[in-house]
C-alpha cells in the first residue's frame, strides 16, 4: 500500500510534465526540398525506401483558427531512407477545401470541431446539408493507405486522396459517395488476400447502414463494390466506426454507443453547430456484427460487452471456433470532447486527472464464439480470462485486460495479420505524467514488455518492417517520426530493433518551420529493395 500511495503521489507531481497541445502544433510552411538528417547510428542495409506520415498540420488560415485537432489542414511528412542516407520533407495536401481557404485567406468549410463560416444563411446551410460534396471537407489528415501501387490520404469523409508518395504532391480525388452512396468510411482499409476492404455508412430503405466496401487488389476502384450492409441498431444514429476487423473467414464490426444522431447532426448544420456536437453517447452495450465472408451473410447470433469507446484494432484472427480481437479501448468518448484545441493548449501545465484520464486507453482482448449451437461451454480457448455466456437471446462477452498502461496505434507484423500473433508494437504518452512519450513492444501471451522513452522526444504511431528472408515474427525493425517537446522545428525518424526496443539509428532533421505530431505512417519499400 505504502507503495502505491508513493507512485500516486509521483504520477500527481508529474501529470502537468505531459504536453498534449503537440497534438495541434501549427505549421504554416512546408519543406518540399528534401532537407538531410544528421544521423547517429546507421540505417539497416537492406531498409530502402520512404515512410510517409499524415496528419494535421494547418491549424489556423488568416484571422480564422480551427477549433479542434482533427480539423488542421493535413500535411505529409516523410523521411527518405537510400544507401545510407535519410532526407526530410513535407508538403500540404491539395485538398478542394485546402485550395478554397488559402484563395479565400480564411476558413471556407466546416470541419470536425469548426463549423463553417457564419456568412452562410440558415437556407444555404441546409442546402449543403444535402449534398455531401458541400456538407463534407475533404481535409484527408489520418492515413496514407496503399490500395494496389496507387496512394491515398483518407479521413472519415467520403472522399480519397491520391498522393504521390516521393513528390508528396496531390494527384486525383476520389468521392465514395457518387459511386456507392456513403456518408463516411474507415480510413483504415484491410488488405485481405481476395481484395482491400473498407467499411462505410449509407442509407437505407430502413435507414442507416454499415457497408462493406472492397476493391481488387491491383487497385482499380472502377471496380470496387459493396459486399455485404448490416443496419444500424439505432434507426436514426449510425456508430461512429473509426475502423474495423477481418480474419480468414469473417469480417467484424464493432458497433460501439458513440453514434452519430442524423437529426441532431443535421439541425447542427443548420443552426451552424460543428459535426462533434452530433456524436451522442448512448450508454448501451457494445454490439459485435460478425459477417461470414463466404456467404457475406450476416450471423444471426447477437454479441455484446460492456460499453467502450474504441478507434484501433490491432489485429483479429480465428482460433479452433474462436474468433480473438486485440483492441486499446477507453472508458468513453471524453477524449473526442478533449481535443479541442483551446483545452490543448489550457490544460498545458497542469493536465487535470480527469483529463489525463480520457486520454488513456488499456489494451482488451475479446473472444467471440462462433458456431455455438448445442454447444454448453461457448470459449474453450486456453490461456484467457475472456468469458462467453447466453444472456436470453444474446451472447453476453466479458474482455481481458493485456496492460495496465495506456496505448494506442498498434500495429504488428503485417505477416501476421489475420493469423495469430504474439508481438504488438504501439506508443503513448508517459505513464507517470513526464515530459516524453514511449513507444513499447508487447508479447501478448506472457506480458512481457520493452519500451523505449526519452525526456522531450514524443512518439507517433509506429510502422513495422519486416527483415527480408525473416523467420521470427519480431525480426525487424519499428520505424517512427519523433517531435521534440522543447524545439519545435526539430524532427527524428528513429529506427529501432524490433527485438530488443534498442535503438539502431536516429536522423535528426532540423526544418525552417514548426514540425507537426502527426498520426499514421506508411513505408513504401524502395524499388531498388
Request: aromatic share 8%.
Amino acid at each position: 500500500m505504502d507503495g502505491d500511495r508513493s507512485r500516486s503521489t509521483e504520477v500527481s507531481r508529474n501529470m502537468g510534465k505531459y504536453d498534449y497541445s503537440v497534438l495541434c502544433r501549427h505549421c504554416d510552411e512546408e519543406t518540399p526540398d528534401p532537407v538531410p538528417c544528421q544521423l547517429s547510428g546507421t540505417p539497416p542495409e537492406w531498409l530502402k525506401g520512404r515512410l510517409v506520415y499524415n496528419g494535421p498540420g494547418l491549424t489556423k488560415v488568416g484571422q480564422n483558427e480551427y477549433r479542434h485537432a482533427f480539423d488542421a489542414s493535413a500535411i505529409l511528412q516523410k523521411f527518405e531512407i537510400e544507401d545510407g542516407q535519410v532526407n526530410y520533407s513535407s508538403r500540404f495536401i491539395r485538398s478542394k477545401t485546402y485550395e478554397q481557404n488559402q484563395a479565400a485567406g480564411a476558413i471556407t468549410r466546416a470541419e470536425f470541431g469548426t463549423p463553417a463560416p457564419a456568412s452562410k444563411g440558415m437556407f444555404s446551410r441546409f442546402l449543403d446539408a444535402m449534398d455531401p460534396e458541400k456538407m463534407f471537407s475533404d481535409n484527408a489528415l489520418v492515413s496514407v493507405v496503399n490500395i494496389g501501387p496507387q496512394h491515398y490520404a483518407m479521413c472519415e469523409t467520403p472522399f480519397m486522396l491520391q498522393v504521390n508518395t516521393q513528390s508528396l504532391e496531390t494527384e486525383e480525388r476520389i468521392n465514395v459517395n457518387k459511386k456507392h452512396g456513403l456518408m463516411t468510411q474507415s480510413p483504415h482499409p484491410i488488405i485481405a488476400s481476395d481484395g482491400v476492404y473498407t467499411v462505410g455508412q449509407g442509407v437505407g430503405v430502413t435507414g442507416p447502414k454499415y457497408s462493406i466496401l472492397r476493391y481488387p487488389l491491383d487497385g482499380n476502384l472502377k471496380q470496387g463494390k459493396i459486399v455485404a450492409s448490416v443496419p444500424a441498431r439505432w434507426r436514426l444514429s449510425p456508430a461512429y466506426m473509426h475502423s474495423m476487423a477481418m480474419t480468414e473467414n469473417y469480417a467484424i464490426l464493432i458497433e460501439q454507443p458513440l453514434a452519430v444522431s442524423l437529426s441532431e447532426l443535421l439541425s447542427d448544420i443548420v443552426s451552424n453547430a460543428p459535426f462533434i456536437d452530433g456524436l451522442k453517447w448512448h450508454n448501451e452495450p457494445v454490439l459485435i456484427h460478425v459477417v461470414d465472408r463466404q456467404t457475406w451473410k450476416h450471423v444471426k447470433t447477437r454479441y455484446v460487452t460492456d460499453p467502450f469507446f474504441f478507434m484501433h484494432v490491432a489485429n483479429a484472427y480465428e482460433e479452433g471456433d474462436h474468433i480473438i480481437m486485440d483492441i486499446p479501448t477507453y472508458k468513453d468518448a471524453t477524449i473526442l470532447h478533449n481535443m479541442f484545441i483551446s483545452t490543448l493548449r489550457e490544460q498545458r501545465g497542469k493536465n487535470s486527472p480527469e483529463f489525463v484520464e480520457s486520454f488513456r486507453s488499456e489494451l482488451h482482448r475479446l473472444v467471440v464464439p462462433v458456431n455455438t449451437k448445442g454447444k454448453e461451454k461457448l470459449i474453450t480457448l486456453q490461456g484467457t480470462s475472456c468469458t462467453a455466456n447466453w444472456s436470453g437471446q444474446e451472447i453476453r462477452l466479458t474482455s481481458e485486460k493485456l496492460t495496465e498502461f495506456p496505448i494506442e496505434n498498434p500495429c504488428i507484423n503485417p505477416n501476421k495479420m489475420a493469423s495469430k500473433h504474439k508481438y504488438l508494437w504501439a506508443m503513448g504518452p508517459s505513464p507517470d505524467g513526464g515530459d516524453s512519450g514511449f513507444v513499447m513492444k508487447l508479447d501478448v501471451t506472457s506480458g512481457e514488455t520493452w519500451k523505449f522513452s526519452e525526456e522531450h522526444i514524443y512518439c507517433a504511431a509506429p510502422v513495422f518492417i519486416s527483415r527480408p528472408d525473416a523467420v521470427e515474427e519480431d525480426d525487424g525493425v519499428i520505424l517512427l517520426q519523433c517531435i521534440d517537446s522543447i524545439d519545435e522545428k526539430k524532427a527524428y525518424l528513429l529506427i529501432l530493433d524490433a527485438e530488443n526496443m534498442t535503438e539502431l539509428c536516429r536522423a535528426t532533421v532540423q526544418s525552417r518551420a514548426t514540425v507537426p505530431m502527426p498520426l499514421h505512417g506508411h513505408f513504401v519499400p524502395s524499388a531498388k529493395q
